[in-house]
């Protein structure tokens, strides 16, 4: 309700105002004069970054449905506890899956929705790496066997690979799977403090299995890291599988709605038809059948498709960044050249321009730099069907490059676009602080960046 002033005090205060807002400028008008200024058509150029008028429209469609829903509103996410985050993650999750399902649409329209809504959760690895380790290192029977379950949300997984003592080193990971032929199991454990599996997303929680890279010793013989499918919790209470210990490892910096966890295996016996044997194989009397000498690798190719998606996504993590330090540079004003002139929009301070016209450029860079890493990726897939690796070792040197570049771009582009905010980059209402909080795991997780950085120059080299 508006105040009652009485008209002294307005007559007063008239000639005050007049003298402040004589020079004030409109900030929709500011920056609706910036759109207009443009050289180019930005409809079009959004066809084109998006693959065209009908993905636009789609997307479009796919955001006003999603504004509709309860599981889908950001209104609260910048006041979120931790738990209250994880809740509501975990419901955007799987009421995006269930449209899915119900309404038949495809995973490219489920990823869709998944950007828009922006709210990672607890199937994050489910459906980032557990489901792509079956397809990519599961034979046919494997893949019958576990992938309806995992469609149909029956079992959820995750991705375990880093330990408390090994990260970006997967060769010292200590986690064993030996094979008892008497049984044609493996013992699954963890022989060491720093060998309890530690960060997988949705581990804390949600997940009922587990892909466990570990060392496959037979007979005495250690064959290196292979996947293996645990279950972890029970899929009648969801308590945890005798000899599993498993639990959520508290706050992190950032990303709150991930439920990411610890795991330990104490002697935990597994089917041997649970290791993944698309290339290479256990016999049942404990024989090692190893994949072929150009495939040796084939274990990465989990790997190699997060590292191709986080290069993918980083251009669109950027951009994000730069749109909301350039929309905000262009609607504020600060400092007049001269008496009684208006104030300069920041934007046309060259210190701002520069940096935000670069961040510009880097997220293109990086936006078409990932769509060609993910049809390398996609080529590699169709080569491996049949038989053809050749291509796997510059894949590995280039996702190794890219992944590095891109997330080291992105990180320290998104806190340069805070910075050109001022005071108000600080709040979390701009969206920045939590964007970049999310974000720049990415420079360690899958693959430390300084790590990679000497394996592309020792290929190089």
């Not at 105002?17 to 050289?39: C, G």
């Not at 975990?90 to 929705?113: A, F, N, P, V, Y």
């Not at 986080?310 to 609607?331: D, M, Q």
């Not at 940096?355 to 450029?361: P, Y």
Request: hydrophobic share 35%; proline share 5%.
């Amino acid at each position: 309700m508006a105040r009652l002033v009485d008209e002294r005090t307005q007559q007063l205060q008239a000639p005050s105002t007049a003298l402040v807002t004589k020079h004030a400028e409109d900030p929709k008008q500011d920056i609706a004069n910036e759109r207009k200024r443009a050289s180019f058509s930005s409809q079009e150029l959004c066809y084109f970054l998006n693959g065209g008028k009908e993905k636009v429209e789609r997307r479009a469609q796919f955001a006003e449905v999603l504004s509709k829903t309860s599981w889908a509103s950001k209104e609260q996410q910048y006041f979120h506890t931790r738990e209250e985050e994880y809740v509501h993650n975990l419901r955007c999750s799987l009421g995006i899956w269930q449209k899915i399902t119900s309404e038949k649409l495809t995973m490219d329209d489920g990823l869709m929705m998944r950007t828009l809504a922006d709210s990672p959760g607890g199937l994050e690895l489910h459906i980032g790496m557990f489901m792509p380790t079956i397809m990519s290192q599961g034979d046919a029977e494997q893949q019958a066997k576990w992938l309806p379950p995992c469609l149909s949300l029956q079992i959820i997984g995750t991705y375990a690979q880093t330990e408390l003592g090994h990260g970006t080193f997967v060769r010292g990971l200590e986690t064993t799977a030996t094979y008892d032929p008497a049984t044609q199991e493996f013992i699954m454990h963890s022989p060491t403090l720093t060998s309890t599996k530690w960060w997988p997303g949705g581990m804390g929680k949600t997940a009922t299995h587990a892909m466990v890279m570990a060392r496959l010793i037979l007979k005495g013989r250690d064959h290196g890291p292979h996947a293996f499918v645990v279950q972890l919790r029970s899929l009648t209470d969801h308590m945890p599988m005798p000899g599993v210990s498993v639990r959520d490892i508290g706050p992190k910096f950032g990303y709150g709605g991930v439920d990411n966890g610890y795991m330990r295996l104490d002697h935990v016996r597994i089917p041997r038809a649970n290791m993944m044997m698309r290339s290479s194989k256990v016999t049942p009397d404990g024989s090692y059948v190893p994949p072929p000498p150009a495939n040796s690798k084939a274990s990465y190719a989990t790997m190699l498709f997060v590292r191709a998606d986080i290069v993918r996504n980083s251009g669109g993590v950027l951009s994000k960044a730069v749109t909301i330090a350039t929309r905000y540079a262009a609607v504020r004003r600060q400092t007049a050249p001269g008496p009684g002139q208006r104030e300069l929009q920041v934007l046309d301070y060259q210190n701002v321009a520069n940096t935000l016209l670069g961040l510009i450029g880097s997220a293109y860079a990086c936006w078409f730099m990932g769509q060609n890493m993910q049809e390398r990726y996609q080529r590699f897939e169709t080569d491996r069907d049949k038989g053809v690796f050749d291509d796997l070792p510059e894949l590995h040197a280039l996702s190794s490059g890219l992944k590095a570049t891109c997330t080291a771009l992105t990180a320290d582009g998104i806190e340069a676009a805070r910075r050109t905010c001022g005071g108000h980059g600080y709040s979390q209402l701009s969206g920045l602080p939590r964007l970049f909080a999310s974000y720049v795991q990415n420079v360690t997780w899958e693959g430390d960046n300084n790590v990679l950085y000497l394996q592309v120059g020792w290929v190089m080299v």
